[in-house]
């Protein structure tokens, strides 16, 4: 031990190296059947049926359909066809058959939509250019600041998860694009990056243990009610690194007609389990420890009856945040 003591730390990681080697374990394992389903209020029930694979499996994935399912579904404890339409509240089973792999089944339960406004919209410039001498050329940077507010159902557990799309009047992209004057009208925005930290309830799942190992949210808008149950909450959502460029022979403000549609969805527990164990395994200090043989592996989650596979719901509130205003009054600004 007085000898290790004066070992250089920098040292052990390089002798530990040499414990590593390939290994391929022969795993006498049977396939069974996996489910994957992600089932929307509103929208046709999808049912995605495969087999499960040992993980250095050459053909592993390729070699994964399953060609003899039946699969048939229950709404409610009621047979239905094909193609069901899910509604909230709707109880799904999902039962899959096959004569060479057995059976497996999953249920699920239709969350409610939650009530979503948005409450604030804050631009903030950061520069603007415009070329005077043409027609509508130029561009804008911006920071957004959001504010939108959800009304949690104080009679449930809920779960939720946040995403959002962008969209604007005329954009072209790729080759073809003509960017010599004149040409047809040309825009391009982007909302910038969304920062996790400005909203502390995106980072809930992050204990003390992972806190000290500097993890933090950098894949989903995930989290739960537990903070304002039966409540009201306002996600501050702030955008940073916007831009929009437009590039048109002729002024026309409505080439100025961006939006952002913010798109929160009450989401089933399986699907926030799901999204919580991917977060530990991308991203968490037990993910990382176990990659290196510090810790036991993370088991990977599943509602099947297999344990193969997750069978997940949501429905979706949308709010649309128009720009046009902003961006019209931005760049006549940046040619006076």
């Known amino acids: 031990m007085a000898i290790l003591k004066h070992i250089p730390l920098l040292i052990i990681p390089l002798a530990l190296t040499a414990c590593y080697e390939d290994f391929y374990p ?5 396939p069974v059947l996996c489910i994957n389903s992600l089932i929307t209020s509103g929208e046709p029930v999808e049912v995605a049926v495969t087999r499960s694979w040992v993980y250095n499996s050459p ?3 390729h070699d994964s359909r399953v060609d003899d399912a039946v699969v048939n579904i229950f709404v409610n404890g009621d047979p239905q066809p094909q193609g069901y339409v ?3 509240g709707d109880e799904i089973r999902i039962v899959a058959e096959s004569p060479k792999y057995g059976s497996a089944e999953a249920s699920v339960v ?7 406004q948005v409450v604030k919209i804050v631009p903030e410039t950061v520069s603007t250019w415009r070329d005077p001498t043409q027609g ?4 804008v ?9 959800i009304t949690d159902d104080p009679h449930s557990d809920n779960f939720f998860k ?3 799309t962008d969209s604007t009047a005329e954009e072209s992209e790729g080759d073809g694009t003509d960017f010599r004057y004149p040409h047809h009208p040309y825009t391009s925005f982007r909302p910038g990056e969304i920062q996790y930290d400005a909203e502390p309830i995106f980072n809930e799942h992050i204990g003390v243990f992972e806190s000290v190992f500097g993890d933090s949210e950098n894949m989903f808008m995930f989290f739960s009610d537990r903070q304002f149950a039966g409540k009201n909450y306002t996600l501050r959502i702030n955008f940073r690194n916007g831009y929009y460029s437009v590039n048109a022979a002729n002024y026309d403000p409505a080439l100025c007609d961006c939006t952002i549609t913010l798109e929160i969805a009450t989401i089933s527990r399986s699907y926030y389990d799901r999204l919580l164990y991917i977060w530990h395994r991308d991203s968490g200090a037990l993910g990382d420890m176990g990659d290196f043989g510090f810790a036991e592996p993370i088991w990977g989650y599943s509602n099947v009856s297999t344990g193969a596979g997750v069978v997940a719901a ?3 509130s949308t709010c649309t945040i128009s720009l046009g205003d902003y961006l019209e009054s931005a760049f006549a600004a940046a040619g006076r």
């Open 86 to 88: 899910a509604a909230e």
């Open 314 to 316: 949501r429905s979706v």
């Open 162 to 164: 946040l995403d959002f």
């Open 59 to 61: 053909s592993g994935w």
């Open 141 to 149: 940077d911006f920071n957004l600041y959001v504010s939108l507010s």
């Open 26 to 30: 022969t795993i006498d394992t049977e």
């Open 110 to 116: 239709i969350p409610a939509a939650v009530p979503a």
């Open 136 to 139: 509508m050329v130029g561009d």
